[in-house]
């Protein structure tokens, strides 16, 4: 088992939609949880942290967390074709130090 | 929001060759930094993880000889590729992490693209 798993997609939405990504992680310790969106040939940029259960608004975005499910998601809401990137789910484990990433949502938002 | 920077954002150089990338938090001290490499349609691969006044710690199967890694201050990591070869040709990322209060979060550079002829 991965330690954080995801669904590499492609998800597609058409604009407008809630986009839903989803992201369940192994290591019932973790207590930080990120999203990150990666842009084709850029690097990461952190959208969302999460840290304690429930949910987390910040603009269109909203994370949510249930540790006791080990299960982060992201909703983006009213989503634009500017949305179409990579999203990765990152945790920091009960180790501390770094993050572990999970493969990366494709999301593609159609005009 | 935190700001990290790299430098050169890309460079071509021939085979045989050491390339230097810069690694700069701009608006806060990092104890830590990390080193990622990505290839084409690849996920993120961590290289190591750099301690300011420390050695860094390598993930398995990373040459530290040939990937040396000097975190001088608590705003500067560089990353030396070494004799650098065709197979090193790939998308080079920092990141630092901020620590604020009791969450630890990392911040992304911008990348550096390696292309080694």
């Known amino acids: 088992q991965k330690e954080v798993e995801q669904n590499s997609g492609p998800l597609s939405v058409p604009e407008g939609a809630i986009a839903s990504l989803n992201c369940t992680y192994s290591d019932r310790g973790s207590q930080s949880f990120f999203w990150y969106r990666q842009y084709s040939g850029k690097s990461p940029e952190l959208i969302m942290s999460i840290y304690s259960n429930g949910d987390k608004e910040d603009g269109r975005f909203t994370a949510q967390l249930n540790k006791a499910s080990q299960y982060v998601s992201l909703l983006i809401r009213d989503s634009q074709p500017s949305d179409s990137a990579t999203y990765l789910c990152?945790?920091?484990?009960?180790?501390?130090?770094?993050?572990?990433f999970g493969q990366g949502t494709e999301l593609s938002v159609k005009p | 929001g935190a700001v990290v920077s790299q430098h050169p954002s890309r460079v071509i150089c021939k085979s045989g060759t050491s390339v230097k990338i810069e690694c700069r938090s701009l608006?806060?001290?990092?104890?830590?930094m990390f080193w990622y490499r990505q290839f084409p349609k690849q996920s993120l691969m961590l290289m190591a993880t750099s301690n300011e006044g420390s050695k860094a710690t390598y993930e398995q199967g990373v040459e530290k000889d040939k990937f040396l890694i000097n975190h001088a201050s608590l705003t500067l990591s560089t990353l030396t590729v070494t004799s650098a070869h065709p197979e090193d040709s790939s998308f080079y990322i920092c990141?630092?992490?901020?620590?604020?209060?009791?969450?630890?979060?990392?911040?992304f550079g911008p990348g550096t693209r390696l292309t080694v002829l």
């Open positions: 990152a945790v920091i484990g009960s180790g501390g130090g770094k993050l572990i």
């Open positions: 990141s630092a992490s901020h620590l604020a209060g009791d969450t630890d979060t990392q911040y």
């Open positions: 608006d806060f001290q990092a104890t830590t």
